[in-house]
């Protein structure tokens, strides 16, 4: 095979040393993101808050037999599968899902594998066009730890992303140079990898760069005088575009599905949003100076999430260096689509990125600019790799350059590290200043601080690196030490950020993940309270968004990019319709129907008119001449619930309306005693049916046979691809065809009985309740407490067991604490479960409360809204809470207790506390 960049400008050695394998990068990532891989820290932000929760939710509607076609709990129900930020096709959903699930530990393994990823990738690309195993090695080290990954560690989409990209371009590459099915193959693995999984922004540049490529090769071979290679060309392409459309089968269903349905898609983002948060020219500081990126938000002008793009001071002197020399087409082309890509990331700075907004097709889809800049930092990586290659070669001439530029950046380094020791006050340094914990000594850290510890850095690596340079034919191994003095700089630039905007210092996976379990399992029956109560729904820190998919309650609220239109309506036009439907519980009958011609927000009242159904004025009139009435009597009562599936039984006197709060999507069909029903739009968004009097079983399913069966197709497609990539490696490893035959039937045995596993996983009729009861109720309990009350009213009614309850008016604010004191050494941590009977009178506000004290200091506090478990008013109903607790000391007190916030008149009985210990 040829090396693309050999011409008459451009001629780089071959490496005949033995070759550095891909594993050495596996020490230096996990030295660089050492507290993330060894679950020190938590990943944080995005990646708890939006990535894990819809990951979450995918692994567990696998483990129980379901395809994840909606879920049901954000947004009042949104199709699962048609959300492009939620990777469903992409295969490490359906692996981890078969084999572990998801949970927090899982996060952290998965971001330091696809860190070595990009590593591998890197090096590969570099190696095709330099052929020096040393240099492919410094530029896969440079990618991957470049500020880039560490500034998005929260944005794990693009880590993906990145990871994938640069195999997309080496496989590319040698598709147009070698024109094999193995590299049609393998190209279409990697672009699927990269459409399924990446942020969708990148694969759009990284689709026009590769027509750049097709192009290129085309006129190459057509100067050439070549016609049949560029018709050949023309046809391994068109191969390529089929595999890859054979691969992304329900991913291309899926958008085409919810096209119409959702505003972003149909018509793009505006102007105002697509110029907004970009690379300010003050991120530029970034090339040299990473660690002052995180503070100084005014200067800075954006997130600090995307300030970052440093890719190591001696790549940076590499690549200045290398602009100074000629180069081939192919190079040109890299580096100009590069800094093409590096200035739309600019955003409304520069005049480029409006001017793709306007003029190229799909760049109107995404607003977040400054996320694509990772195609730049290959490229300035690539190149720097290259360079680096031919510095290996000993051409003089070159190193006197190399002096040149490290000199300038030296010269820079040194003005800013006179300027930063001008505004640091070094009386009042932070950095030697004791702190109450670590997240404090970051916080109190200042901007020319960071500046000033940073320029010394530098100052360090460009005087040790200027060194080797002089004496670089004087010091044995100076090629070795150049990648060692790499490596160490971008070690360092990481360690600098990775509290800032990679690693929560506050949280440990494995704690998280024990949280995380005190939640109900699988799909049970949720508790059926109003909806209004479940909307920001919180967990125990850090989780605070997307809660709902974990607490298993139906939500309207959501944090999320995707919207369908009808729910962005509901929530952004009419506020008072969304109050008053939230009013309701998530199944609910109705006796009053309405033209959407008489509708007004403004008329609306949340309390009073949470049962009218608005309907189309078509479906109205033809339905307001049915006979409908409501009784006291009148019964719904779930019975069973999923994704894909719900059944209520319900009793009623008379004829009546029906509805579920779940939007109302097609796909989605209803029946009454196995006979299918209409199902009408209510409200905008609702899923509504026309329910007869009488005894009935109501199901609601949903089914899309397209995207199912391409989503098997997909699969097997892919897995059989991987078992031919594996079949040919091993054949020509080994020159045997037995070992590979004998192995492959074992992966495909064993993927088939965990396949097979998740798939016999049964709907259950358990609620919350019963899950608990089933998991704790024959648990013993290190401590244990039960309250009885002195009540002054003993009416039969109001007891929930025995003759007595505590009786809470609307006047009291706390009830009393139940206490439990540690005096024992050994019971160091343990979970909390508080569990009683509520008897309230109105709508409940009140607040379990748990409350820490150490020391009369309280150093802890958490509570829950009771609310969210609250069933029935003027009823019993049951509330659990449960809270671990990790660092305990002798004499600590766990006090429990309501805080009845709302001063809303309830009953309580058989008030439990019990402390288990783990």
Known sequence: MSVLFSDKFFRISTDKKPRLGVFYFVPIIILAYWQIAFLQCSLKWDVIDVVFPFRFHFSECIQSGNFPFWNPYQQTGVPFYADLQVPTYYPELLLVSLFTGYGICTMNILFVLYVFISAVGAYKLSFYFNRDHIASFFTGMVYALSGYTVAHGQHFFLLVGAAWMPFVILYYLKLNEDRQLINVFKCGVFLFLMFSGGYQAISIFLLYFLLLLFFYFIIREIKKKNIRNAFSIFRYNIYLAFVTILFCLPLIISTLDVLFSVERLESGVNIQKALSGGLSPGSLLSFIFPFATVKNNEFFGTDISVRNIYFGIIPLIFFLTAVFKKRSILEYLFLVFGIIV??????????????????????????????????????????????????????????????????????????????????????????????????????????????????????????????????????????????????????????????????????????????????????????????????????????????????????????????????????????????????????????????????????????????????????????????????????????????????????????????????????????????????YTSNFNYKTIFLPKGEHLVRFRFKNNAVLYSYIFSNLFFAGVLLFFALNLFIKKTDSRFIPFLIVPVILITLSV??????????????????????????????????SFESTLADSTTVFSGNKSLYVDSLTEYTPAREIVFTSEKLERGTLRYSSQIFPKTDCAAVIVCQLVRNNEQIDWSGARLGEQIEKINSWNRVEYFKNYYDLKPNDRLRVYIWNKGKTAMYIDDVKVDFYEF
Not at 508 to 533: E, N, T
Not at 625 to 631: T, V
Not at 772 to 785: E, F, T, V
């Open 342 to 679: 590096f200035t739309s990331a600019m955003g409304g700075f520069l005049p480029v990125r409006e001017f793709m907004f306007r003029y190229i097709p799909f760049m109107n889809l995404y607003h977040t600019t400054p996320y694509v800049s990772i195609f730049a930092i290959l490229v300035f990586a690539v190149i720097s790799g290259n360079f680096f290659a031919q510095l290996r070669e000993d051409k003089i001439e070159w190193h006197q350059k190399i002096k040149f530029v490290t000199g300038l950046i030296s010269l820079l380094v040194v003005t800013v590290f006179v300027f930063s020791c001008t505004q640091t006050d070094f009386s009042n340094f932070s950095f030697f200043k004791e702190h109450k914990n670590f997240q404090e000594f970051l916080d109190h850290s200042t901007f020319y601080e960071h500046l000033f510890i940073q320029s010394a850095i530098q100052l360090f690596f460009c005087i040790a690196f200027l060194f080797l340079i002089v004496f670089f034919k004087k010091i044995k191994k100076a090629i070795f030490l150049i990648v060692f003095l790499t490596g160490m700089d971008l070690v360092v630039s990481t360690q600098l950020n990775i509290f800032y905007t990679a690693a929560d210092v506050t949280f440990k996976p494995l704690r998280m993940d024990r949280d995380l379990s005190l939640y109900p399992k699988g799909f049970p029956v949720p508790v059926d309270d109003k909806l209004i109560y479940n909307d920001q729904h919180t967990l125990v820190p850090p989780f605070w968004r997307n809660t709902n998919i974990f607490s298993k309650q139906v939500s309207f609220d959501s944090f999320s990019s995707f919207e369908l239109k009808n729910y962005s309506k509901l929530d952004d036009d009419y506020p008072n319709l969304r109050r008053a439907v939230l009013n309701n519980k998530l199944v609910y009958l109705s006796d009053k129907i309405l033209p959407l011609s008489q509708f007004s927000d403004s008329i609306i009242k949340p309390e009073t008119h949470s049962k009218y159904l608005f309907f189309d004025d078509l479906v109205f009139n033809g339905l307001r001449d049915k006979s409908i009435s409501a009784n006291v009597s009148d019964r719904v009562e779930i019975k069973s619930f999923s994704p894909n599936k719900v059944m209520i039984e319900t009793s009623t006197e008379n004829d009546q309306y029906l509805t579920i709060l779940q939007t109302n999507y097609k796909g989605w069909s209803a029946f009454v005693d196995d006979v299918e029903v209409p199902v």
């Open 754 to 787: 965990f396949l097979v596993m998740r798939l016999r996983g049964k709907e259950t009729n358990e609620n919350t309740h019963q899950q608990i009861d089933k998991k704790w109720g024959n648990l013993p309990s290190a401590i244990h407490i039960e309250e």
